[in-house]
Nanobody, 115 residues
């Protein structure tokens, strides 16, 4: 099993920034990709950004140019730097970890963008 713990969420004003972290532990061999997903209130979960074991990245159109995904292999930690936040970014953000054994999810962290 892989355990994922997200942190860094909170309340921020429009135009502000937050940095989310996802710490992975357990059986973390053979990483394929990690990613961030989010679920806005009343909506389905959607992809935000992914990063592969080769550090190739992919972003949803709605966050391109504003969000940056990265990972630190030595710390087994993934990050999501979120800049120029908008009210529509309000959601529960989930960490996802895929390796050869399975597909794992964290519990989520709330991000609220409001004035």
């Amino acid at each position: 099993q892989v355990q994922l713990v997200e942190s860094g969420g909170g309340l921020v004003q429009p135009g502000g920034s937050l940095r989310l972290s996802c710490a992975a532990s357990g059986n973390i061999f053979g990483l394929y990709a990690m990613g961030w997903y989010r679920q806005p209130p009343g909506k389905q979960r959607e992809l935000v950004a992914t990063i592969t074991s080769g550090t190739s990245t992919n972003y949803a159109d709605s966050v391109k140019g504003r969000f940056t995904i990265s990972r630190d292999s030595d710390k087994n930690t993934m990050y999501l730097q979120m800049n120029s936040l908008k009210p529509e970014d309000t959601a529960v953000y989930y960490c996802n970890y895929r390796n050869y054994l399975g597909n794992y999810w964290g519990q989520g962290t709330q991000v609220t963008v409001s004035s």
